[in-house]
């Protein structure tokens, strides 16, 4: 009856009748911590007073959000193919012209607004291949191998529905480094497998240690078992780049407990510490030798929404599967199918980004100096971070060799901690949003991220503008040493 209400008992969906398993996903870039800066911005623009006039949102890795132009020639590939009647005009140079009709004659009626095949356009599958051949020096890459997805999320929670299995003890196991990316915690409370953590090394720039890993998985295999061991290189939200030395014990480790290999290397164009270089997991496994090669299941990821690129909302990614069982990848192409395809502007911009401009091409010059001078300004912002917070008492943060992150640990005063959980909140949690609603600068708090019990962190993006982050870091620091002395005075 029209302006009838249902009453909740009357409701077929309530919160006690829907997938519990949904109700246990949490995602800490995106919570509740955001929600009120969102709120915050609506109320300044409504013209209520506050202690700041702007929300600054460091909380997520949204390059172009944060100030970063996007890549010229990656923009004219895109608009060419969105709107070809711009193929006519002189304003557009030649080679991205000739990418475009090459893309466009790759797509159904030479139209991106057609469906593509589900694991992508056969033409951009091939040319990830190739991209990923140069960058390994060669090694081959089967572009039947190459599944192109709605952004690097996508792939793993693709990969991850593959792995997952079993009840009880039988449950799959997954081994996720701590702290996290929260899009593995998430998938997994939804996917009801199995979270095993394994806790990086704080003190010694987060580093990957096997004993770390041998200990993680022999208290799992009480409870479930173990089939995934995650990797996240370079990191997030802790921004280390792991050692080929590391990469090579993790793939032995994998090898010798019969764990498939899941390589997230969205942020392999953002190494900057002097000594790090990024080695993919791929080139390395190959390297080893057949033992490895030939038997260690490896699905490694990458997207354009990272890296020097920034196109976060174009939602562009791929992942390459290595010595999966065959008859598992017929079912990993019917899974895939079931979307469709992944959205046909990703995958233009993507091949846009792993066919770039080549010495000599008219793109080339221009496209080379916007690339060099994202990455330098973030190898300073990464230096400026470091730098800042480590200047602050209480504050320790470890070198950001690479990705777009720092994650710094803060002392936090007895009493703070007491009245945090007085309100039933985690004492990182009662900090950034003490932070936000003092400052208006949004971070978000390390229990989001997972951290060993009894430490504080926070993550916060190196992101924004080089005077605007001198800003923020000073703001922070300065909120954090008045926040301490609030804390630590005793009480009348």
Known sequence: MAGSQATPKDRVLTLESMNPHVRMVEYAVRGPIVARANQLKKELAQGVKKPFTEVIAANIGDAQAMGQKPITFLRQVSALCVY???????????????????????????????????????????????????????????????????????????????????????????????????????????????????????????????????????????????????????????????????????????????????????????????????????????????????????????????????????????????????????????????????????QILLDAMVNRPQPGDPSYLQFSQEKAAVLSALARKARLTEETFNRAPGIHCNPVQGAMYAFPRIELPARAVLEAQAQGQAPDMFFCLRLLEETGICVVPGSGFGQREGTAHFRMTILPPEEKLEVLLQKLSQFHAKFTREYSQAQP
């Open 84 to 346: 070809p009647d711009l193929l006519n005009s002189p304003d557009f140079p030649e080679d991205a012209k000739q990418k475009a009709r090459r893309l466009l004659a790759a797509c159904g009626g030479q139209s991106i607004g057609a469906y593509s095949a589900s694991p992508g356009i056969e033409l951009i599958r091939h040319d990830v291949a190739a991209f990923i051949q140069g960058r390994d020096g060669g090694i081959p890459s089967d572009p039947e191998n190459i599944y192109l997805s709605t952004g690097a999320s996508n792939a793993v929670v693709t990969i991850l529905k593959l792995l997952v299995s079993g009840e009880g003890s039988s449950r799959t196991g997954v081994m996720i480094p701590i702290p996290q990316y929260p899009l593995y915690s998430a998938t997994l409370a939804e996917l009801n497998a199995q979270q095993i953590n394994y806790y990086l090394d704080e003190d010694n720039c987060w580093a990957l240690n096997i004993e770390e890993l041998r200990r993680a998985l022999g208290q799992a295999r009480r409870r479930c078992q173990p089939r995934v061991l995650c990797v996240i290189n370079p990191g997030n939200p802790t921004g280390q780049v792991q050692s080929r030395k590391c990469i090579e014990e993790v793939i032995h480790f994998a090898w010798k407990e019969r764990l498939f290999l899941m390589a997230d290397e969205v942020y392999q164009d953002n190494v900057y510490a002097e000594g790090s270089e990024f080695h993919s997991f791929k080139k390395v496994l190959f390297e080893m030798g057949p033992k490895y090669s030939e038997t260690v299941e490896l699905a490694s990821f990458h997207s354009i929404s990272k890296g020097f690129m920034g196109e976060c909302g174009f939602r562009g990614g791929y992942t390459e599967v290595i010595n999966m069982d065959p008859l598992v990848q017929q079912q990993l192409t019917k899974l895939v199918s079931v979307r469709l395809c992944p959205p046909v502007t990703g």
